[in-house]
């Protein structure tokens, strides 16, 4: 939650999960990322860095390379086009993979898809659990990760995009809607060209 209302980007990271019960999430790490209020973008560096400290670790790939968990600073928690497009990309190869997201508003999404097999996908619940141990918040700690990692992009972003589509007021929608209008202004301007 911290990590979540530092900013007022969207935020990425990988899911740790415990060793007996990978469902169960102990720990978030961010790596390097490139942020937007509507999109992550992970360091590809970043991302073979995290792997291979997480091996180090003696941490199994299921544990730390299979939950995705990033915010929306929005109200809604469902996956925009491009989550769709980045967990299909970089988490389909795996047997597993779950996307999570964490929307401001207090709105949580999680779907388990299965890659193997009878491919499968569902939406599960998600529940803090108050039963296992906690080792107490750390703000500090946590801001210093915040502030290594993400570096927002919305200031140059803006640059490129105000002078052609945009309107301000879409800043005010959440990403789904979002990214619906600016579709269909996309659409609109190859119509015309
Ligand atoms: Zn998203």
Redesign the pocket.
Same mark, same amino acid.
């Given at each position: 939650m911290f990590l979540r209302d530092y900013g007022d980007t969207?935020i990425g990271g990988f899911a740790i999960s415990a060793a007996d019960n990978l469902l169960l999430i102990e720990d978030v790490q961010l790596v390097k990322q490139q942020c937007t209020t $509507?999109t $992550?973008v992970f360091d590809d560096t970043a991302v073979a860095d995290f792997f291979d400290e997480q091996v180090d670790a003696g941490r199994r790939p299921e544990q730390f390379a299979r939950v995705w968990i /990033?915010t /929306?600073p929005g109200k809604s928690a469902e996956?925009?086009n491009? +989550?769709e497009e980045t967990f299909a990309r970089c988490f389909g190869s795996s047997d597993w993979s779950i996307m999570a997201?964490v929307a401001a508003g207090g709105a949580t999404y999680a779907r388990l898809q299965f890659n193997v097999g009878p491919a499968a996908a569902i939406t599960i619940p998600m529940e803090i659990d108050f039963t296992s141990e906690f080792p107490g918040s750390d703000c500090e700690a946590w801001e210093r990760e915040y502030l290594a990692c993400v570096r927002s992009m919305d200031a140059k972003w803006w640059d490129c995009r105000t002078s052609s589509l945009l309107d301000e007021r879409l800043l005010d929608y959440d +990403?789904t809607d979002w990214f619906t209008s600016m579709e269909a202004a996309l659409t609109k301007e190859d119509y015309f060209d």
């Open positions: 969207e $509507v $992550v /990033h /929306h996956p925009s491009t +989550d997201i +990403d």
